[in-house]
C-alpha cells in the first residue's frame, strides 16, 4: 500500500535535547512538507521540499532543520532553539509542488519537558 | 484577521442532525481543500472544489466565489462523524502554491 508513515507516533524529550522526526512516503511524490499543529490553530508549515536535496523555509522554520537527501524521506529535526517545541508534527506529500492535493502521515506528537 | 475563518469552533449535535460548517476567505483563490482529522490525529482529503458543488455519500461542499465562502454540509450524522474539520485554500497566481489553512471546527455527534 503507497502512503506516508511518521514515526514514531508520541515522543517524549528533555529541554535542551535535539530530537529528529521521520517521515517517509512510497507515492513517488516529489514534493514533501512539514507542518506544525497547535491548539485551536491552523496548520503552519515549517520547511518544504520540491525535490531531492533541495528544501525551503515555510512560516515557522527557526529552530528547526530538514534534510532531503532521498525522495522518500523527509526528516525534521526540532533543535534546542526551538522555544516551544511541543505540538502535533504532520509531514505530507504531494506529487509536485504545484499540485494542490497534498497527501498526509499520521502525525507525531512531541513532548518537550 | 485570519485569511481564512472557519465557524463554528466547535460543534455539538445529535446524531442524525444536518450539520453545517462554514469556511470565509479574505483572499483571492483558485482552488478550496475541506479535510478531516480524526481523533487520532490522521488528517484525509474530502473535497476540493473551485466552483459549484460536490457530493460524496453524505458530505456535500459548496462554494461562492463571488461571496468568498464554502460550507460543508453532512447530513444523517452519525458518531462516527465526530471530528475536526479543516478548510484550506490555495491562493491565485502561478507562485502561490502553498495552502493558507483554517483552525478547524470541532464535531462532536452524539448517540
Known amino acids: 500500500d503507497g502512503g506516508i508513515t511518521q514515526s514514531p507516533k508520541y515522543l517524549f524529550r528533555k529541554e535542551g535535547q535535539n530530537v529528529t522526526l521521520s517521515c517517509e512516503q512510497n507515492?513517488?511524490?516529489?514534493?514533501m512538507y512539514w507542518y506544525r499543529q497547535d491548539p485551536g490553530q491552523g496548520l503552519r508549515l515549517i520547511y518544504y521540499s520540491q525535490i531531492v536535496n533541495d528544501f525551503q523555509k515555510g512560516d515557522i522554520a527557526e529552530g528547526y532543520s530538514v534534510s532531503r537527501e532521498k525522495k522518500e524521506s523527509f526528516p525534521l529535526t526540532v533543535t534546542s532553539a526551538q522555544k516551544n517545541p511541543t505540538a502535533f508534527y504532520l509531514c505530507?506529500?504531494?506529487?509536485?509542488?504545484?499540485?494542490?492535493?497534498?497527501?498526509f502521515g499520521p502525525g507525531t506528537r512531541l513532548t518537550v519537558t | 484577521k485570519n485569511e481564512v475563518e472557519q465557524s463554528p469552533q466547535n460543534l455539538t449535535a445529535q446524531e442524525g442532525e444536518f450539520i453545517t460548517i462554514n469556511c470565509s476567505y479574505s483572499v483571492g483563490i483558485s482552488a478550496l481543500h475541506w479535510l478531516q482529522q480524526h481523533p487520532g490525529g490522521g488528517i484525509v482529503s474530502l473535497f476540493m472544489?473551485?466552483?459549484?458543488?460536490k457530493k460524496h455519500g453524505r458530505l456535500i461542499a459548496t462554494i461562492n466565489i463571488q461571496e468568498k465562502h464554502s460550507s460543508l454540509h453532512i447530513t444523517a450524522s452519525h458518531p462516527r462523524d465526530s471530528a475536526v474539520y479543516i478548510c484550506?485554500?490555495?491562493?491565485?497566481?502561478?507562485?502561490?502554491?502553498?495552502?493558507?489553512w483554517g483552525a478547524g471546527t470541532k464535531l462532536i455527534i452524539k448517540p
Open positions: 505530507a506529500s504531494s506529487i509536485s509542488y504545484a499540485t494542490y492535493e497534498q497527501y
Open positions: 507515492l513517488n511524490h516529489d514534493a
Open positions: 484550506a485554500v490555495k491562493g491565485s497566481g502561478p507562485s502561490n502554491y502553498q495552502l493558507i
Open positions: 472544489l473551485s466552483s459549484g458543488k
